[in-house]
C-alpha cells in the first residue's frame, strides 16, 4: 500500500506543479482568444482590426505577456467547448452559442461585438419555392449551435411553423454551401455572403433579415468568470484595446479600409460592400449594448428557454457586466461616440 | 530497483523544469496597479492619433502573423485588363491541377481515407517474467495501413453505406493479415441528433467487449494492454454480424456534443479469431454470441458528470478442446463464456476506468484414470486513472483554421492496476502489473509514451522476485 501510496502522491506533485506552469499568480503568462475565422484563420469585425494591427500584441507586450489567437472551424459550439474546457479566456461569438454557454458556464459579456448580423435563406435558383410554406417537407440547412440556428427557429416560429415541418439537416456552414451547390438540399440559411450566391447565379432569397429586421443577429465579447476575478485590471485593459480597435473601424474616413481588412477573412470585398451598403460601421461595431441589442438578446434567451435549446435560464443582467466597457468608455471619452438605438433599431440619444 | 531510476530521473527532470518555468514567470514584473489613473485629454488624444498612424499605415495581408509588418492595400478599381489577367491565372491554376489529377494522384471509385499507425519502441527489464511483454531492445509494434470510406451518401435520411478495409501486423511474425474488413449501414435515419441511431456491421471487426478491448490504440495511455484482453482473447477481432445503436440521446448543440442514455451491442460471431492461414471459415459449426450495454449519464456538455458510463458485457460460445482416453484423443466441444461489467468517468481533464473481466474455458482433466471435460474459471480487474494537461482531447480547440502545423502540445500522466487470476479456484495465484505512464502528445497523430511496469507473481501466495520494466514507445499515424 506505501507503494501505491507513493505513485499517487508522485501523480500529484507532477500534476501540481505542471498545473502551475499554466500562469503565475499576478498575471497570465498568454492570454488565449477564441473566435471563428470566415475561409481564412483571420477573425473579422473588431477582432478582425484588433488581429491585424496587432493592437492587443502590442498592448501587452511590455508585459511579457503574449496573446494567443484561436480562430476554430467549429464556430459557436467550438468556442463553448474551449471555454468549458478552460483552453480560452476571451471569446467572441453569436448571440445563440453565447446564450448556450452562459446557461451552461461561467462567463461574463463585456461588450458587443457585432450588431445587425444578417441572415438569409436562399433556395435553389430553379426552386418553385417563393413562401417559407413552400419549403414544408424540403431539406433545409442549418447551422445548429450557432447564431444561424437561433435565426432558423425564430423564422419557422415567426410563420407559425414547427421545426419539425420542416427536414433541417445540421450542416457547418462549408458543408452546409457545398450539400447546396450539390443541390442534395433545397435550402440554406447564409449570412453576407449571400451577395455571392445571388452574382453567381447560384441561389436565390425567398426571406431574410432585410425584411424582417428583428430576426438579426448580434455577437458578444464574453470572459470566463474566473480569468475576470484573476485579472481584473488586464481583462479592463483588453475591453480599452477592444474599444479602440472598434473605434477605428467606425470611423467614416476609415471605412474603405475596415471593410480591406475585413476582406482579409476569406470573404470578397465586394461582398462587404454590398452588404454594408448605406450601413454606417459605427452601427455594426458599437460595443455599447443598447435597447436594441439588449432586447435582442433577451429576446434570444427566452425564446431558447421556451424551446428548450437551454435548461437553465438566466436574466442579462446576471450576464453582462459594464463595468470594463463602462471605465474604457470614460478613459477614452468615448461615452458619446457610438448612436445607441432604441428597441427598433431606430437611432435614439444615448 | 537500479533500472527503476531512469523513469524517475525523467519524471524528475519534467517536475524540475517546471518549477524553473514558474520561477522564471515570477520575474516578469509586478501587473498594472489596482488605482486607476485617468489619461488626460492630451493622452487620449495622442493614443487616437497614434492608433489611426497605425491604422493607415496597416493593409491586407492574410496570414499574416501578429507583430509583423504588412503592406498596404491597393484599393484602385480594377480594370479591364487586370481581370483578364486574373482569369489567365486562374486557367494556369486550372490546367496545372489538372495535370497533376491527370499524372501524379491517386484515383479511387468511391471516397477513400487512407490512414496508418506504426510504433517502434525500446523497453529493458530486470526480471524473468515476460507477462508484461517487454524484452530488452528496441521492438516494432503493431503496423496497420487502411482504406475507410463512403459507398453511398443518403443526403435524405442520412442512412449511408460505408466500408473499412485495413491489414495490420501480427504481433509476433509480423506477417500482415487482415483487420478490420466490413460494411456498415445506417438503418435509422442518421441527420437528426435529436433521434436514436442503429447500425448494422457485417464483415471482421472489433469485439464490443468491455473498455480495454473496444478501445483505439491511439486512445489508450498504455503500451501493453490489459493482461486479460489477451488472455481471454478478447482484444482480437473476428468475423461476424454486429447490431448496435443507442436510445434516448441529449443532444447539447452549444458544444455540438451528443450522448445518449442507452448504447446496446448483439453481435453474432465465429468466434474462431481473425482471418488467417486456414481459419477462412467457421470451424466449430457453432456461432458465438456477444451483447454489451451501457449507460451513459444523459447530461449537457458542461456537467461534471459528462463521460460517465456503466457498463456490462457477456459472450457465449464454444470452444474444442481434445480429451484423449486409451490414447485416442477425441475432439470435445465446451461452453467458452465471459462476462464482464466496467464504469468510466471520461472527463477533461481528469478521467478513471475500472474494469472486470470473468471467463470460462473448457478443460480436460483426469477423473479416476478418465480425461473428461471441465472448465476453468478466470478472472481479471483493472484500473487506470488519468490526468490531461493541455487541449490534445478537447475536439472542438484542435479543429482550428491556421496557416501553420499547430497542434496543442498535451501530456498524460497515468497509473494503472491490473490484476489477473487465471484459476479463480486458486485465488493465492494471480499476477498484478503496476503502470506508472506518461504520455507526450506532440503533434497531430504522434505521442511518445513512457511506461515503467512492476509485475508481480504470485504461486501459493509465495510473491516471485518483482519484474522491473521500462518501456518507451513512438507511436505514430497519419
Same mark, same amino acid.
Given at each position: 500500500?506505501?507503494?501505491?501510496?507513493?505513485?499517487?502522491?508522485?501523480?500529484?506533485?507532477?500534476?501540481?506543479?505542471?498545473?502551475?506552469?499554466?500562469?503565475?499568480?499576478?498575471?497570465?503568462?498568454?492570454?488565449?482568444?477564441?473566435?471563428?475565422?470566415?475561409?481564412?484563420?483571420?477573425?473579422?469585425?473588431?477582432?478582425?482590426?484588433?488581429?491585424?494591427?496587432?493592437?492587443?500584441?502590442?498592448?501587452?507586450?511590455?508585459?511579457?505577456?503574449?496573446?494567443?489567437?484561436?480562430?476554430?472551424?467549429?464556430?459557436?459550439?467550438?468556442?463553448?467547448?474551449? +471555454?468549458?474546457?478552460?483552453?480560452?479566456?476571451?471569446? #467572441?461569438?453569436?448571440?445563440?452559442?453565447?446564450?448556450?454557454?452562459?446557461?451552461?458556464?461561467?462567463?461574463?459579456?463585456?461588450?458587443?461585438?457585432?450588431?445587425?448580423?444578417?441572415?438569409?435563406?436562399?433556395?435553389?435558383?430553379?426552386?418553385?419555392?417563393?413562401?417559407?410554406?413552400?419549403?414544408?417537407?424540403?431539406?433545409?440547412?442549418?447551422?445548429?449551435?450557432?447564431?444561424?440556428?437561433?435565426?432558423?427557429?425564430?423564422?419557422?416560429?415567426?410563420?407559425?411553423?414547427?421545426?419539425?415541418?420542416?427536414?433541417?439537416?445540421?450542416?457547418?456552414?462549408?458543408?452546409?454551401?457545398?450539400?447546396?451547390?450539390?443541390?442534395?438540399?433545397?435550402?440554406?440559411?447564409?449570412?453576407?455572403?449571400?451577395?455571392?450566391?445571388?452574382?453567381?447565379?447560384?441561389?436565390?432569397?425567398?426571406?431574410?433579415?432585410?425584411?424582417?429586421?428583428?430576426?438579426?443577429?448580434?455577437?458578444?465579447?464574453?470572459?470566463?468568470?474566473?480569468?475576470?476575478?484573476?485579472?481584473?485590471?488586464?481583462?479592463?485593459?483588453?475591453?480599452?484595446?477592444?474599444?479602440?480597435?472598434?473605434?477605428?473601424?467606425?470611423?467614416?474616413?476609415?471605412?474603405?479600409?475596415?471593410?480591406?481588412?475585413?476582406?482579409?477573412?476569406?470573404?470578397?470585398?465586394?461582398?462587404?460592400?454590398?452588404?454594408?451598403?448605406?450601413?454606417?460601421?459605427?452601427?455594426?461595431?458599437?460595443?455599447?449594448?443598447?435597447?436594441?441589442?439588449?432586447?435582442?438578446?433577451?429576446?434570444?434567451?427566452?425564446?431558447?428557454?421556451?424551446?428548450?435549446?437551454?435548461?437553465?435560464?438566466?436574466?442579462?443582467?446576471?450576464?453582462?457586466?459594464?463595468?470594463?466597457?463602462?471605465?474604457?468608455?470614460?478613459?477614452?471619452?468615448?461615452?458619446?461616440?457610438?448612436?445607441?438605438?432604441?428597441?427598433?433599431?431606430?437611432?435614439?440619444?444615448? | 530497483?537500479?533500472?527503476?531510476?531512469?523513469?524517475?530521473?525523467?519524471?524528475?527532470?519534467?517536475?524540475?523544469?517546471?518549477?524553473?518555468?514558474?520561477?522564471?514567470?515570477?520575474?516578469?514584473?509586478?501587473?498594472?496597479?489596482?488605482?486607476?489613473?485617468?489619461?488626460?485629454?492630451?493622452?487620449?488624444?495622442?493614443?487616437?492619433?497614434?492608433?489611426?498612424?497605425?491604422?493607415?499605415?496597416?493593409? +491586407?495581408?492574410?496570414?499574416?502573423?501578429?507583430?509583423?509588418?504588412?503592406?498596404?492595400?491597393?484599393?484602385?478599381?480594377?480594370?479591364?485588363?487586370?481581370?483578364?489577367?486574373?482569369?489567365?491565372?486562374?486557367?494556369?491554376?486550372?490546367?496545372?491541377?489538372?495535370?497533376?489529377?491527370?499524372?501524379?494522384?491517386?484515383?479511387?471509385?468511391?471516397?477513400?481515407?487512407?490512414?496508418?499507425?506504426?510504433?517502434?519502441?525500446?523497453?529493458?527489464?530486470?526480471?524473468?517474467?515476460?507477462?508484461?511483454?517487454?524484452?530488452?531492445?528496441?521492438?516494432?509494434?503493431?503496423?496497420?495501413?487502411?482504406?475507410?470510406?463512403?459507398?453511398?451518401?443518403?443526403?435524405?435520411?442520412?442512412?449511408?453505406?460505408?466500408?473499412?478495409? #485495413?491489414?495490420?501486423?501480427?504481433?509476433?511474425?509480423?506477417?500482415?493479415?487482415?483487420?478490420?474488413?466490413?460494411?456498415?449501414?445506417?438503418?435509422?435515419?442518421?441527420?437528426?441528433?435529436?433521434?436514436?441511431?442503429?447500425?448494422?456491421?457485417?464483415?471482421?471487426?472489433?469485439?464490443?467487449?468491455?473498455?480495454?478491448?473496444?478501445?483505439?490504440? =491511439?486512445?489508450?495511455?498504455?503500451?501493453?494492454?490489459?493482461?486479460?484482453?489477451?488472455?481471454?482473447?478478447?482484444?482480437?477481432?473476428?468475423?461476424?454480424?454486429?447490431?448496435?445503436?443507442?436510445?434516448?440521446?441529449?443532444?447539447?448543440?452549444?458544444?455540438?456534443?451528443?450522448?445518449? +442514455?442507452?448504447?446496446?451491442?448483439?453481435?453474432?460471431?465465429?468466434?474462431?479469431?481473425?482471418?488467417?492461414?486456414?481459419?477462412?471459415?467457421?470451424? =466449430?459449426?457453432?456461432?458465438?454470441?456477444?451483447?454489451?450495454?451501457?449507460?451513459?449519464?444523459?447530461?449537457?456538455?458542461?456537467?461534471?458528470?459528462?463521460?460517465?458510463?456503466?457498463?456490462?458485457?457477456?459472450?457465449?460460445?464454444?470452444?474444442?478442446?481434445?480429451?484423449?482416453?486409451?490414447?485416442?484423443?477425441?475432439?470435445?466441444?465446451?461452453?467458452?463464456?465471459?462476462?464482464?461489467?466496467?464504469?468510466?468517468?471520461?472527463?477533461?481533464?481528469?478521467?478513471?476506468?475500472?474494469?472486470?473481466?470473468?471467463?470460462?474455458?473448457?478443460?480436460?482433466?483426469?477423473?479416476?484414470?478418465?480425461?473428461?471435460?471441465?472448465?476453468?474459471?478466470?478472472?481479471?480487474?483493472?484500473?487506470?486513472?488519468?490526468?490531461?494537461?493541455?487541449?490534445?482531447?478537447?475536439?472542438?480547440?484542435?479543429?482550428?483554421?491556421?496557416?501553420?502545423?499547430?497542434?496543442?502540445? $498535451?501530456?498524460?500522466?497515468?497509473?494503472?492496476?491490473?490484476?489477473? #487470476?487465471?484459476?479463480?479456484?486458486?485465488?493465492?495465484?494471480?499476477?498484478?502489473?503496476?503502470?506508472?505512464?506518461?504520455?507526450?502528445?506532440?503533434?497531430?497523430?504522434?505521442?511518445?509514451?513512457?511506461?515503467?511496469?512492476?509485475?508481480?507473481?504470485?504461486?501459493?501466495?509465495?510473491? $516471485?522476485?518483482?519484474?522491473?520494466?521500462?518501456?518507451?514507445?513512438?507511436?505514430?499515424?497519419?
Amino acid at each position: 500500500m506505501r507503494k501505491i501510496a507513493s505513485v499517487f502522491l508522485l501523480i500529484g506533485i507532477i500534476t501540481t506543479l505542471i498545473s502551475g506552469t499554466a500562469q503565475s499568480a499576478d498575471k497570465p503568462t498568454v492570454i488565449r482568444i477564441g473566435c471563428t475565422g470566415s475561409n481564412r484563420p483571420i477573425p473579422g469585425n473588431a477582432f478582425g482590426i484588433l488581429y491585424q494591427l496587432h493592437l492587443l500584441e502590442e498592448e501587452f507586450k511590455k508585459d511579457g505577456i503574449k496573446v494567443e489567437w484561436n480562430v476554430f472551424k467549429g464556430a459557436g459550439p467550438a468556442s463553448n467547448e474551449a +471555454l468549458a474546457n478552460n483552453a480560452v479566456d476571451f471569446v #467572441t461569438f453569436g448571440d445563440l452559442p453565447s446564450i448556450i454557454g452562459r446557461a451552461q458556464g461561467k462567463i461574463k459579456l463585456l461588450a458587443i461585438h457585432e450588431t445587425r448580423r444578417s441572415a438569409y435563406t436562399i433556395v435553389q435558383p430553379e426552386s418553385k419555392a417563393k413562401t417559407i410554406a413552400d419549403l414544408k417537407g424540403k431539406k433545409w440547412g442549418v447551422a445548429y449551435g450557432t447564431s444561424g440556428h437561433l435565426y432558423f427557429s425564430k423564422l419557422v416560429d415567426k410563420f407559425g411553423f414547427k421545426e419539425s415541418d420542416f427536414k433541417p439537416i445540421n450542416f457547418s456552414s462549408g458543408d452546409g454551401k457545398a450539400a447546396f451547390l450539390a443541390k442534395e438540399i433545397e435550402a440554406l440559411n447564409v449570412g453576407s455572403e449571400v451577395v455571392d450566391y445571388l452574382a453567381l447565379n447560384q441561389g436565390k432569397v425567398i426571406y431574410g433579415t432585410d425584411r424582417a429586421p428583428e430576426l438579426k443577429g448580434t455577437a458578444g465579447l464574453v470572459v470566463t468568470e474566473a480569468f475576470a476575478k484573476k485579472y481584473p485590471e488586464i481583462t479592463y485593459r483588453f475591453v480599452k484595446t477592444f474599444v479602440r480597435a472598434a473605434k477605428l473601424g467606425s470611423e467614416p474616413a476609415n471605412r474603405e479600409k475596415t471593410l480591406s481588412l475585413w476582406a482579409a477573412t476569406g470573404t470578397p470585398l465586394s461582398t462587404y460592400k454590398k452588404e454594408y451598403a448605406n450601413i454606417p460601421l459605427a452601427l455594426i461595431l458599437d460595443p455599447i449594448p443598447d435597447e436594441y441589442t439588449i432586447s435582442h438578446l433577451k429576446d434570444g434567451i427566452k425564446f431558447s428557454k421556451e424551446k428548450g435549446i437551454i435548461r437553465k435560464a438566466f436574466t442579462f443582467e446576471e450576464w453582462y457586466d459594464g463595468s470594463y466597457l463602462n471605465r474604457a468608455l470614460k478613459e477614452l471619452k468615448l461615452e458619446k461616440y457610438w448612436p445607441a438605438s432604441d428597441i427598433n433599431g431606430k437611432p435614439t440619444p444615448r | 530497483m537500479n533500472k527503476i531510476n531512469p523513469i524517475i530521473l525523467v519524471l524528475g527532470s519534467l517536475v524540475f523544469s517546471n518549477a524553473n518555468l514558474q520561477a522564471a514567470e515570477t520575474k516578469v514584473p509586478a501587473p498594472h496597479s489596482a488605482v486607476t489613473i485617468q489619461p488626460t485629454d492630451e493622452e487620449n488624444k495622442a493614443e487616437n492619433q497614434s492608433d489611426q498612424n497605425l491604422f493607415d499605415s496597416t493593409g +491586407l495581408t492574410p496570414g499574416s502573423t501578429p507583430g509583423t509588418k504588412t503592406t498596404t492595400v491597393d484599393t484602385e478599381p480594377v480594370t479591364h485588363a487586370d481581370l483578364e489577367g486574373v482569369q489567365t491565372q486562374i486557367n494556369i491554376l486550372q490546367e496545372q491541377w489538372q495535370r497533376k489529377l491527370d499524372k501524379g494522384t491517386v484515383l479511387s471509385t468511391r471516397n477513400a481515407n487512407l490512414s496508418g499507425s506504426f510504433t517502434v519502441n525500446y523497453g529493458f527489464n530486470n526480471g524473468n517474467i515476460t507477462s508484461a511483454g517487454v524484452n530488452d531492445g528496441f521492438k516494432a509494434g503493431i503496423t496497420s495501413l487502411g482504406f475507410k470510406g463512403n459507398l453511398h451518401r443518403d443526403y435524405e435520411a442520412g442512412k449511408n453505406i460505408d466500408y473499412a478495409f #485495413t491489414i495490420g501486423s501480427d504481433k509476433t511474425t509480423f506477417n500482415l493479415l487482415p483487420s478490420d474488413l466490413y460494411l456498415s449501414y445506417q438503418i435509422l435515419p442518421s441527420l437528426d441528433p435529436d433521434k436514436p441511431y442503429l447500425y448494422v456491421t457485417v464483415g471482421q471487426q472489433k469485439k464490443p467487449f468491455g473498455l480495454e478491448a473496444t478501445t483505439s490504440d =491511439d486512445k489508450k495511455p498504455t503500451v501493453t494492454v490489459a493482461q486479460f484482453a489477451s488472455t481471454m482473447k478478447l482484444n482480437e477481432r473476428d468475423l461476424g454480424l454486429l447490431i448496435h445503436g443507442d436510445l434516448f440521446p441529449v443532444n447539447d448543440y452549444g458544444f455540438k456534443y451528443r450522448v445518449p +442514455l442507452i448504447e446496446y451491442n448483439f453481435m453474432v460471431l465465429n468466434g474462431n479469431g481473425p482471418i488467417g492461414t486456414g481459419n477462412l471459415a467457421n470451424v =466449430d459449426n457453432t456461432e458465438d454470441l456477444l451483447g454489451r450495454f451501457v449507460l451513459n449519464a444523459p447530461v449537457e456538455y458542461n456537467n461534471p458528470l459528462r463521460g460517465l458510463s456503466v457498463g456490462t458485457s457477456f459472450y457465449h460460445g464454444q470452444k474444442t478442446t481434445s480429451i484423449t482416453n486409451n490414447n485416442v484423443a477425441v475432439a470435445s466441444k465446451g461452453d467458452r463464456n465471459r462476462f464482464g461489467a466496467d464504469i468510466a468517468y471520461v472527463n477533461t481533464p481528469i478521467g478513471f476506468t475500472y474494469e472486470y473481466a470473468q471467463a470460462k474455458d473448457p478443460v480436460a482433466i483426469t477423473v479416476n484414470k478418465t480425461n473428461v471435460l471441465s472448465a476453468t474459471k478466470s478472472d481479471s480487474q483493472t484500473f487506470t486513472l488519468f490526468y490531461n494537461f493541455g487541449e490534445q482531447f478537447v475536439k472542438g480547440f484542435v479543429q482550428q483554421d491556421r496557416y501553420d502545423d499547430w497542434w496543442p502540445t $498535451s501530456y498524460q500522466p497515468f497509473f494503472r492496476i491490473d490484476r489477473l #487470476t487465471p484459476d479463480t479456484s486458486l485465488r493465492s495465484t494471480h499476477t498484478d502489473v503496476y503502470t506508472l505512464g506518461f504520455n507526450w502528445f506532440f503533434a497531430e497523430t504522434t505521442k511518445l509514451q513512457i511506461n515503467y511496469n512492476r509485475t508481480l507473481s504470485y504461486v501459493n501466495n509465495n510473491k $516471485s522476485s518483482p519484474d522491473n520494466a521500462v518501456v518507451a514507445q513512438f507511436q505514430f499515424g497519419f
